[in-house]
């Protein structure tokens, strides 16, 4: 469980380091064009492969904090045991999808291995589709270890997303 926890402390200290960085140059790209009228060409190109990074591992990371949207009509109408059905319902349904995404995310990432940025002539657009199956994997690893963290999990979550088993 400590693994778990130090492995997602170090997770979301990625995501904070992308998403600083994604603010730092979209506002230095700002003052360049605007202020200095010398816009940074690449700069754009950078959040924008950045962004579709943070769309990706931050739904693993909602995932690991229970905050992912959903429509609890329905739990408030069964019983415990059916609360547990559904939630492991619903958590093999976002596992089955996500081993979807991983399988077609490599291939994706290996078709774009050859396609290079607009801008970043260097930089292959497989760095960029390769943050699909990590994703996908680590959304899988998250949702796995709510149950080796707790075996008796795929308790209801709880409104506003806070779950005793997620941590």
Known sequence: MALFRFLGKIFEGFMVAIIVFQ?????IGVV???????????????????????????????????????????????????????NWVADAVVIGFMVFLIFYGIKMTDYERGMFGETLSWFSYAYV??????????????TVSKYIANPAAGIPHQAGGSDATAS
Request: hydrophobic fraction near 55%.
């Open 23 to 27: 603010a730092i140059l979209l506002v």
């Open 129 to 142: 589709y390769v943050s699909i199956p990590i994703g996908a994997a680590l959304t899988i690893f998250f």
């Open 32 to 86: 360049c064009r605007y202020l200095l009228n010398a816009p940074i060409t690449w700069a754009d190109e950078i959040v924008r492969y950045s962004l579709i990074w943070t769309t990706f591992a931050g739904a693993a990371l909602a995932t690991k904090d229970n905050k992912h949207i959903l429509v609890d009509v329905i739990d408030h109408m069964l019983p415990e045991w059916g609360k547990r059905i559904t």
